[in-house]
C-alpha cells in the first residue's frame, strides 16, 4: 500500500449481489453540480445529542464504497489525503452557523465532522478541528478508520474529544464484499492502525458495525468482529441497522432476532455493546430560514416527513415550502421502508 494511489472512480453493482435485484437506486446518486453545504444542523443524534455536522469533504469521495452508505454510490475511491476546502473557510462558516443557532437559544452538544465522504481524506482537518476551539463545543469525528495506519491521519483526529470508527468486518472477505475498499487497502493493515489509535487516543472513541442481512450478520461474522474488538481499548461498541435509503435496492436491515443474536455474541467479547437502531427523532434545528434549512440539511442527512413537518412548524411555515422545492426539482421524496423521506435532487444518467 502506498501514501499517494490515486483513485479509481465509478461504482458498479457488487458481483455478490447481482441478479438479486441490486442495482444502484436513483433517489441516491447525487447531482455534484449542486453546491453542497458546508455546515447543516444541529440534526438529532442518537449518541451526540444535539449535532451540527461539518461536511469537508464533497460528494462522493471516499476510501470506501459501502454498500449501505445513505450518500450514495462512491464517485472517487481515494486514499489520497488532499485539500478541499481551506480549513480557514470551513471555521467561519461553522462559526457562523454556531452563532445563528445560539441566537434562536439552541442547544449544540458537538460539532461533528460527518461529511459525503471519509473525513480523514482531508489534508485540513487537523488544522480545522484547531480553529473551531474557540467556539467552545466538544468536537467529533466519524471515520471509517481506513487511514489510521497513517501518522498525520492519527495526529489528526488526536485533536478530537469524541471519535467513531467503522468495524463492519472482523475478516478480509467480509470487509471487501461489505465496505469495499479502495484496492490498494489491506485489512491487516487497516486493523492495525485502528488499534493503534485506540491505544493512544485520549479522547472517547467507540466503534459501529452496520449490520446488513446476508452479508455480516451471520454468527461467524458477529464473533469475528466481538474478537477484534476484545483486543483494542475501544470504550463503547454500537450496533446499527440500515435506517434510510441505500445505494442498492438489494440491501436490508436483518431482522429484530438477527440483531439480538449479534449483540449477544459480540456481548461475549465486549464489555458494552448497544443497539444503534432507532430513529433519530424529529429535533432538527431551524435557523430561521426554512428552505435554506431544507436543502441545507437534506443534502446530507434524508429528512422523514414527521421531522419535515416539525421543522416547518417551528418557523411557521407552510407545506407549500415542501411542494415549491419538489415542484422546482430541489428536493426529491423517496420512500424506504415505509416512511416518506426527503432528499436533495440527485443525479439522474
Known sequence: MTN???????????????????????????????????????????????????????PKVCSYACLYCQVGPTLDRSVTRRAFYPPEHVADVVAAQVRRIRDRGER?????????????????????????????????????????????????????????????????????????????LDFDTVMGGLSRFAADFDGEIVSETMLVAGINDSPAAATAVGAFLRETPIGKAYLAIPTRPTPYSGITAPDEKTVNRA?????????????????????FASSGDPRRDLLSIAAVHPMRASAVHRLLARTGAAWSVIDDLVEDGSLVEVAYRGERYYVRRFRRD
Open 4 to 58: 499517494d494511489p490515486g483513485s479509481d472512480r465509478g461504482d458498479a453493482a457488487p458481483a455478490s449481489l447481482a441478479g438479486a435485484g441490486a442495482r444502484p437506486e436513483e433517489s441516491t446518486r447525487r447531482d455534484v453540480s449542486q453546491p453542497t453545504p458546508i455546515v447543516f444542523g444541529p440534526v438529532p443524534s442518537r449518541r451526540l445529542g444535539r449535532s451540527v455536522g461539518i461536511n469537508n469533504i464533497p
Open 263 to 283: 449483540h449477544q455474541l459480540m456481548s461475549e467479547h465486549v464489555s458494552q455493546v448497544e443497539y444503534l437502531v432507532g430513529y433519530e427523532g424529529d429535533a
Open 108 to 184: 449544540i452538544d458537538y460539532l461533528t465532522f460527518v461529511p459525503d465522504g471519509e473525513p480523514t481524506l482531508d489534508d485540513g482537518l487537523g488544522r480545522a478541528i484547531e480553529l473551531l476551539r474557540p467556539l467552545d463545543v466538544r468536537i467529533a469525528v466519524i471515520t471509517n478508520g481506513s487511514l489510521l495506519w497513517r501518522d498525520d491521519v492519527r495526529a489528526a483526529l488526536a485533536t478530537a474529544d469524541w471519535v467513531s470508527v467503522k468495524v463492519d468486518a472482523g475478516d478480509d472477505v467480509t470487509w471487501r464484499r461489505i465496505n469495499r475498499p479502495h484496492p490498494d
